[in-house]
């Protein structure tokens, strides 16, 4: 079994990520979106409301399971079964960066492998963080986040 998982802070879950796990749909058998928890950093969302916004976006597809957790990526993948690390690129820095996180989790777990996908033109101009800052001066993130966060945030 292909089991795969996308790790991120996901504070709040764009589009860019949405976008990216459905085209990763086809390569894997399961995908855990992974959540991680830091709780020296105060977010715009609780994990609690992380966890529920997301599971309502993909509520109809079986083979996605949201969860948190903590501590190493690796680690979490081992615990669940996971041979692969799904990774999204927006930029040349991304790589840049991604690549050195990845470099040394094959050196940690040499039979974890991370794939790489680019994001969709349209879509890499979105970050968490460009949404956050949009979000608190009180602008539109209605074309950066799926409905089901735009909604949320709308009612926070």
């Not at 790790?7 to 855990?32: C, M, N, V, W």
Request: hydrophobic share 45%.
């Amino acid at each position: 079994m292909k089991i795969a998982v996308f790790a991120g802070s996901f504070d709040p879950f764009t589009l860019a990520h949405q976008d990216l796990l459905e085209r990763a749909l086809p390569l894997f058998d399961k995908i855990y979106i992974a959540i991680g928890v830091n709780s020296a950093k105060q977010g715009l969302l609780t994990v609690a409301e992380k966890l529920t916004t997301i599971q309502s976006v993909f509520k109809n597809i079986e083979t996605i399971e949201v969860v948190s957790f903590e501590g190493l990526t690796i680690a979490f993948c081992k615990q669940v079964g996971a041979n692969f690390l799904l990774r999204g690129l927006r930029n040349t820095a991304d790589f840049e960066f991604e690549n050195s996180i990845a470099q040394n989790n094959l050196i940690l777990a040499p039979h974890i492998e991370t794939y790489f996908l680019m994001s969709r033109s349209g879509l890499a101009h979105i970050s968490s963080t460009i949404v956050r800052d949009v979000w608190k001066n009180k602008g539109s993130i209605s074309n950066m986040v799926p409905a089901e966060i735009d909604n949320f945030l709308k009612n926070k």
